[in-house]
């Protein structure tokens, strides 16, 4: 039974006392005597322990809500704070631990993962066709000559320049 079904059964025993044990002086229970009006303190006691609790619980609830948010907020703080105590005293474990961090961890490649990762970049520039700057700079474009009009027409031959304009003529 939940918190509050159990408050509202307290709440309906209180207004039950109030309503059919008036003529009652004394009743004992679990070999203590109660009065009417110590039923109902006893009740009213429990209903307001059950509404502590509640209150409690909601607190708790908020509390945990503005921390996760206060942590979100100042995360980038943290990360930069870190990022920057990790540069400043990298190789001095004992300095890192006490500021309760451990040195970064150097990645270690094998020599195959390496010859892998070389034969795939290698295929990789073949595919494409991809040429480094010294390679670029070997490559030499050629021109070839404009064919002379077959007619002998008045027209002078214009070249044309691909990817440009026609040259002007004087």
Do not use: W
């Not at 480094?132 to 030499?140: I, L, P, R, T």
């Not at 002379?148 to 214009?158: F, H, R």
């Amino acid at each position: 039974m939940n918190r509050a079904t159990q408050q509202d059964l307290y709440r309906k025993i209180v207004l039950a006392i109030g309503k059919y044990l008036t003529g009652v002086t004394q009743v004992t229970l679990a070999g203590t005597s109660f009065t009417p009006a110590q039923l109902v303190s006893f009740y009213t006691n429990l209903i307001a322990l059950a509404d502590a609790a509640t209150a409690a619980k909601a607190a708790l609830i908020s509390a945990v809500k503005a921390n996760d948010a206060g942590q979100a907020q100042s995360k980038a703080v943290q990360d930069a704070f870190k990022s920057f105590i990790l540069g400043m005293f990298a190789g001095q474990v004992g300095t890192l631990a006490d500021f309760t961090f451990s040195p970064r961890k150097v990645a270690t490649v094998d020599a195959a993962t390496k010859a892998e990762a070389v034969t795939k970049m290698l295929a990789t520039r073949a595919a494409r066709h991809t040429l480094g700057k010294n390679q670029k700079k070997d490559v030499k474009g050629t021109v070839t000559p404009p064919e002379a009009p077959s007619t002998g027409g008045a027209a002078p031959a214009v070249p044309v320049v691909p990817g440009g304009s026609t040259p002007k003529t004087a």
